[in-house]
């Protein structure tokens, strides 16, 4: 008795309504306000008339203001779509679908907005966005417009060729070594793995470490998209110790 109610609808990039969580604040004066209640999109919420500010949790997060409950009455707010979908697809040297982490920026700012994996639709609201995605070594782009009620397709094809270090002892025998890999010219560290198996990395030129005794180098080694490289090194196998002869 004495109050109103409130209901919000909101639609995500497919136009499927989505249960958003709310919170709204009664509206004091035009610069200050007073938390009510947390309720969730598309259920109905009872709040004392008023005038009320509804804070949207989305990525970025998103407030709407003026929004007046009567006393007796429900109020429904239908606010549309607020998101567009990014779909980012990525394969490797294989041409297999390979998933890789996703950093969503603010471009001026480099502030996250949010993270996810590529070959997956994420909603996201509207706007500008540089995107870092987590090969090695990691790869931008800038300007990526989301709109919303559409999904923005980037698809990269492959992104990445392969590397294999190989390294045997004299004797052709497989010996498994720490191994890093370095851009070629600023020495910026891109990866580290174990020899003898394939690691993709994006095109270009590294330079390779091999962590044996002594540390064996090779510099200026090209990677290239869709192709895969063997590295070849010979290291020492290790000296077992001789038993003492038994007195």
């Given at each position: 008795?004495?109050?109103g109610?409130?209901?919000?609808?909101?639609?995500?990039?497919?136009?499927?309504?989505?249960?958003?969580r709310l919170?709204?604040?009664k509206?004091?004066?035009?610069?200050?306000?007073?938390?009510?209640a947390?309720?969730?999109?598309?259920?109905?919420?009872?709040?004392?008339?008023?005038?009320?500010?509804?804070?949207?949790?989305?990525?970025?997060?998103?407030?709407?203001?003026?929004?007046?409950?009567?006393?007796?009455?429900?109020?429904?707010?239908?606010?549309?779509?607020?998101?567009?979908?990014?779909?980012?697809?990525?394969?490797?040297s294989?041409?297999?679908?390979?998933?890789?982490?996703?950093?969503?920026?603010?471009?001026?700012?480099?502030?996250?907005?949010?993270?996810?994996?590529?070959?997956?639709?994420?909603?996201?609201?509207?706007?500008?966005?540089?995107?870092?995605?987590?090969?090695?070594?990691?790869?931008?782009?800038?300007?990526?417009?989301?709109?919303?009620?559409?999904?923005?397709?980037?698809?990269?094809?492959?992104?990445t060729?392969?590397?294999?270090?190989?390294?045997?002892?004299?004797?052709?025998?497989?010996?498994?070594?720490?191994?890093?890999?370095?851009k070629?010219?600023?020495?910026?560290?891109?990866?580290?793995?174990?020899?003898?198996?394939p690691?993709?990395?994006?095109?270009?030129?590294?330079?390779?470490?091999?962590?044996?005794?002594?540390?064996?180098?090779?510099?200026?080694?090209?990677?290239?998209?869709?192709?895969?490289?063997?590295?070849?090194?010979?290291v020492?196998?290790?000296?077992?110790?001789?038993?003492?002869?038994?007195?």
């Amino acid at each position: 008795k004495g109050k109103g109610a409130l209901t919000v609808k909101i639609l995500n990039s497919k136009k499927v309504e989505v249960p958003v969580r709310l919170k709204a604040f009664k509206a004091l004066d035009r610069n200050s306000s007073v938390y009510m209640a947390s309720f969730v999109a598309g259920r109905v919420q009872e709040l004392a008339p008023g005038e009320y500010d509804i804070e949207i949790d989305l990525v970025p997060q998103r407030i709407y203001k003026g929004i007046r409950v009567s006393e007796g009455k429900e109020i429904v707010e239908d606010l549309g779509c607020l998101t567009g979908a990014l779909y980012i697809k990525t394969v490797n040297s294989k041409k297999a679908v390979a998933p890789y982490p996703i950093r969503v920026l603010y471009p001026k700012s480099g502030e996250m907005v949010m993270a996810f994996m590529t070959n997956k639709s994420m909603d996201v609201a509207p706007g500008i966005y540089d995107i870092e995605i987590g090969t090695s070594p990691r790869m931008y782009k800038n300007n990526v417009k989301v709109e919303a009620g559409k999904e923005s397709i980037m698809d990269l094809g492959c992104v990445t060729g392969a590397l294999t270090v190989k390294t045997t002892d004299e004797e052709g025998k497989d010996m498994r070594r720490n191994v890093r890999f370095m851009k070629a010219g600023t020495g910026e560290p891109v990866s580290s793995s174990l020899s003898n198996r394939p690691v993709e990395l994006t095109a270009g030129k590294d330079n390779i470490d091999v962590l044996s005794n002594p540390k064996q180098s090779k510099k200026d080694v090209i990677v290239n998209l869709g192709e895969e490289l063997v590295v070849e090194f010979t290291v020492k196998a290790p000296i077992v110790p001789q038993k003492a002869p038994a007195a």
